[in-house]
């Protein structure tokens, strides 16, 4: 059975730093890539950052230069380093990893972690 499980939200002041991390356990072969996004209350959820299995990095504009996503392939797992926080960076950050088999795709979640920034 597959589970992520991301840890490392919490209350932190604007300008400070959290480290989120998402153990995936289980097996998925074919990972494409591994990520974050979030969900603002009241907002859509967005696509925060990405990485592919080459190492590839993807960022949404609003978090470039502040966070770094990385990932640990020998521990399954995917960090985001977030920096420099914002009051609008709050939101339950979630981990997921896009299993591409060619034909299908399939994409795994985890239960979510909140971050909440205060000004």
């Known amino acids: 059975q597959v589970r992520l499980v991301e840890s490392g939200g919490g209350l932190v002041q604007a300008g400070g730093s959290l480290r989120l991390s998402c153990v995936v356990s289980?097996?998925?072969?074919?990972?494409?890539?591994m990520g974050w996004y979030r969900q603002a209350p009241g907002k859509q959820r967005e696509l925060v950052a990405t990485?592919?299995?080459?190492?590839?990095?993807n960022y949404a504009d609003s978090v470039k230069g502040r966070f770094t996503i990385s990932r640990d392939n020998a521990r399954n797992t995917v960090y985001l380093q977030m920096n420099s926080l914002k009051p609008e960076d709050t939101a339950v950050y979630y981990c997921?990893?896009?299993?591409?088999?060619?034909?299908?795709?399939?994409?795994?979640w985890g239960q979510g972690t909140q971050v909440t920034v205060s000004s």
């Open positions: 990485i592919t299995s080459g190492g590839s990095t």
């Open positions: 289980g097996s998925i072969p074919s990972i494409n890539a």
């Open positions: 997921y990893v896009n299993q591409n088999l060619g034909v299908l795709e399939f994409n795994y």
